[in-house]
């Protein structure tokens, strides 16, 4: 079972290490020790109930599956056997931002209307723009300058950023969210932690306890 969601998390280019917060390299001991002290920093019920405490909540889940694949020799074994490969066969996009993206990080949409918005294109087959202008999300002119914009911001089309992947990693954010954190720290000059927390999506205080040291 354990190797199922190994390989489950494998397909979404999760990594159990940064769910840990450790390299690849780390030791038994290491794993052993980097379990405890998240158990510890993010039990619920140091955070208030809302958001805090559901996400740690889910992080919790995340940091179980993880530390019992990874202590355990044969599965992590074959838990990096399977990673490895599928970061081979990986292809790498291009630079341009997608539409989606850019719109929720020039503050045009929220990430609840670009969901919509791709819910509607998936069903209809209607290109993301027009589907955005028919449900009066976007006009023509603002559509007209996010093309251009895709076209010149050089811009990561994957997930590169550590925090980003170990908060994609403990299922508390989406590929999508991260690249547009990734965008906007471009174009603003702001720090990732400060991006995620100002849009809503990671709580401070799971933040606080994710990047506290060992």
């Known amino acids: 079972m354990l190797f199922i969601v190994a390989t489950t998390w494998l397909s979404q280019l999760i990594s159990l290490y ?14 052993e020790a980097a379990y405890r002290r998240l158990k510890e920093a993010l039990a619920p019920d140091k955070f208030k109930p809302g958001t805090a405490r559901t996400q740690v909540e889910k992080a919790q889940i995340s940091i179980d599956q993880a530390h019992a694949t990874l202590i355990q020799p044969e599965l992590r074994q074959l838990y990096e056997q399977q990673r490895s490969e599928y970061l081979k066969g990986e292809k790498q996009g291009d630079s341009r931002p997608r539409l989606g993206q850019l719109c929720v990080a020039s503050g045009m949409i929220s990430m609840d209307q670009l969901k919509e918005a791709v819910d509607t294109q998936l069903k209809s087959g209607m290109p993301l723009g027009e589907v955005l202008q028919e449900k009066q999300f976007i006009s023509q002119a603002e559509l007209d300058g996010l093309l251009l914009g895709q076209e010149m911001i050089d811009a990561p089309s994957a997930v590169t950023d550590p925090l980003g992947i170990r908060l994609v990693s403990l299922g508390l954010v989406s590929d999508d969210m991260v690249l547009i954190v990734q965008m906007e720290k471009r174009t603003q000059g702001k720090s990732m932690e400060e991006l995620f927390v100002r849009h809503g999506w990671v709580d401070v205080e799971v933040l606080k306890a994710l990047m506290s040291p060992s």
Request: glycine letters at 8%; charged letters at 20%; proline letters at 0%.
């Open 18 to 31: 940064a769910v840990l917060g450790l390299d690849e390299a780390a030791s038994h001991n290491d794993i």
